[in-house]
């Protein structure tokens, strides 16, 4: 044992004595590290780092939303509806059907209902400015309207005839719905007009205050009552009933309530 630690220790020391001029050797030996190596060694690019592909994130899907109804009335819509929209037609004070229909800005009416109304004449359609509206007038507006119905009320053509009379004018054209108004009084020897009737005898009493409700070409006739028929009428009346002569006031009398129709026995 001790043998060996004197082994080991003297190994030691040789080591220690030899290995500086060995190292020193190296130093000298080596080759020197020149200015141009340098820079060789640094224009050399230095490689990328290796990057490792990264997955595209997962795009996380949306939920599209539901289309919403748009407000009636926005500047959106209104652009819209002014190529669908409504005109009311306004019979004014008669009947039309249908009532309305849809149009376009910038295109024409085109055709329109024709209304009705008793008694008068259409004149047209009209808007709120009073400007009459054809089935070829342009649409300038670009919201739902109304157009009136504008009316003249129609006459009707009123024949009199005198029947064994005369009577001057012998036409009148009173409107319809209203009263006849200014109907002349015809004239005729020896008769006492009764009034305008519908026939010739018999019919209805028409006159001044009477509502025109045909609207269609019509004829009235004059009635009369003979004067001397119904003076001779009182007379024997006088003379079978109260077995005299009648004085002049009874004559006259019942002469004027039979010459005026309202009594019977007038011709």
């Known amino acids: 044992m001790k043998k060996l630690l004197s082994l080991f220790l003297a190994g030691a020391l040789a ?8 190292l020193a050797e190296d130093v000298a030996t080596a080759e020197p590290v020149t200015a141009a ?18 997955a595209a994130p997962t795009a996380t899907p949306t939920a599209t939303p539901a289309p ?18 409504l005109v009311y037609f306004n019979a004014n004070g008669g009947s039309v059907n249908p009532n309305s229909k849809r149009v376009s800005y910038e295109y024409t009416y085109g055709e329109m209902p024709t209304p009705q109304r ?17 089935s070829d007038t342009h649409v300038w507006r670009k919201y739902e309207h109304t157009l009136w119905a ?40 020896g008769y006492n007009f009764l009034g305008w009737y519908t026939d010739r005898t018999g019919g ?45 006031t009874g004559l006259t009398n019942w002469t004027n309530v039979l010459l005026n129709g309202s009594q019977t026995g007038a011709q």
């Open 68 to 85: 919403t109804e748009k407000a009636v009335g926005t500047a959106e819509t209104a652009a819209l509806d002014a190529y669908n929209l």
């Open 118 to 134: 008793t008694g008068y004449k259409f004149l047209g359609w009209y808007d709120q400015e009073d400007n009459k509206i054809l």
């Open 204 to 248: 209805t009493k028409v006159d001044n205050n009477t509502k025109v409700t045909n609207k269609n070409e019509h004829t009235l006739y004059a009635h009369w009552v003979n004067i001397a028929q119904v003076y001779n009428f009182v007379t024997r009346l006088y003379r079978i009933c109260f077995n005299r002569e009648p004085d002049g």
């Open 15 to 22: 080591f220690s004595m030899l290995a500086p001029a060995a």
């Open 150 to 189: 504008k009316w003249e009320q129609s006459t009707v053509k009123v024949n009199l005839d005198a029947n064994g009379g005369n009577v001057s004018p012998n036409q009148i054209t009173p409107t319809v719905d209203q009263n006849y108004n200014n109907l002349p009084n015809p004239t005729r020897g």
């Open 37 to 54: 190596a340098t820079a060789e060694t640094a224009a050399e690019p230095t490689p990328a780092p290796t990057v490792a592909p990264t």
